[in-house]
C-alpha cells in the first residue's frame, strides 16, 4: 500500500491554464505539506496543513491555493500557470510531535512542465 | 546567509570508500536533525533523524551533529553502487510546521 500518494505523476500543459495535483496519505498523519523542488534540487516548502486548518504558506504566489478536504487530502490547484511554475511537486505528511512524530514521508512527486 | 548551506557536489567515490556529507545552518532554533535520500525522479526517504549533538550509527550510516558549530554530517561506510543518490540534509523547530532543506549533494558511487 503507498503512503502517500500524488496524481499526476506527469502533467504537461500550457501557459495560462488551471491544473490541480491531488494528494493522499493512507498513515493517519496530522500534518501535510506541500514542496516545490527545481530543476536545482532544492526543496522548498510552500503550504503546511495541519488538521485540515493551513498554517505555513510560504510567500506562495496566491495562484497557487491548497485545499484540504479531510486530514488526509491536500490538493494543490494552480491557476493561470506560468513558464515558472515548471517543477516537480512534492506532498509529504507526518505525525504530531508529541504524538511522537517528526519523520516526514514523501510521495512520488509530480512532474509539472508549462510550455 | 542562507539558513541552510549544502556543497552539491558532485561527489564522485569508488565502491567501498567512507563519504562524508555536511551541512551547515544558522538559526539556532533548529532541534531536529535529518538526511534524507532522494533517487533519481523519486521523493526524498528519511534517513536518519536526530535531535541532540553527539553521534548517531544505523548500519553504514552515521549521523553527526554539532550544535556549537551548527554543523551536521553523514558518513557512509562501505558505500556501494546502490547509494548513489542527492543526499538532503533538513532541518525543523520543535513543532514540525517547517521544514528547511539543504540543496542536496550529489553522490556517485563507482563499481
Known amino acids: 500500500d503507498t503512503a502517500v500518494s500524488q496524481t499526476p505523476k506527469y502533467l504537461v500543459t500550457q501557459m495560462g491554464n488551471d491544473k490541480s495535483i491531488k494528494c493522499e496519505q493512507n498513515?493517519?498523519?496530522?500534518?501535510m505539506y506541500w514542496y516545490k523542488q527545481d530543476s536545482k534540487k532544492f526543496l522548498k516548502i510552500m503550504f503546511s496543513?495541519?488538521?485540515?486548518?493551513?498554517?505555513i504558506n510560504e510567500t506562495v504566489p496566491n495562484r497557487f491555493s491548497p485545499k484540504s478536504p479531510d486530514k488526509a487530502h491536500l490538493n494543490l490547484h494552480i491557476n493561470s500557470l506560468e513558464l515558472g511554475d515548471s517543477a516537480v511537486y512534492f506532498c509529504?505528511?507526518?505525525?504530531?510531535?508529541?504524538?511522537?512524530?517528526?519523520?516526514?514521508?514523501f510521495g512520488p512527486g509530480t512532474r509539472l512542465t508549462v510550455t | 546567509q542562507k539558513e541552510v548551506e549544502q556543497d552539491p557536489g558532485p561527489l564522485s567515490v569508488p565502491e567501498g570508500a567512507i563519504v562524508s556529507l555536511n551541512c551547515t545552518y544558522s538559526?539556532?532554533?533548529?532541534?531536529?536533525f535529518m538526511w534524507y535520500r532522494q533517487y533519481s525522479r523519486k521523493g526524498p526517504e528519511l534517513l536518519m533523524y536526530?535531535?541532540?549533538?553527539g553521534n548517531k550509527e544505523d548500519g553504514r550510516f552515521t549521523a553527526q551533529v554539532d550544535k556549537s558549530s551548527k554543523y551536521i554530517s553523514l558518513f557512509i561506510r562501505d558505500s556501494q553502487p546502490s547509494d548513489s543518490a542527492t543526499y538532503l540534509c533538513?532541518?525543523?523547530?520543535?513543532?514540525?510546521?517547517?521544514?528547511?532543506f539543504g540543496s542536496g549533494t550529489k553522490l556517485n558511487v563507482k563499481p
Open positions: 509529504a505528511s507526518s505525525q504530531e510531535p508529541r504524538a511522537g512524530g517528526g519523520e516526514q514521508y
Open positions: 498513515l493517519g498523519h496530522d500534518t
Open positions: 496543513y495541519n488538521n485540515k486548518e493551513l498554517i
Open positions: 538559526n539556532s532554533a533548529f532541534q531536529y
Open positions: 536526530t535531535y541532540s549533538s
Open positions: 533538513a532541518f525543523t523547530i520543535y513543532n514540525f510546521n517547517k521544514f528547511y
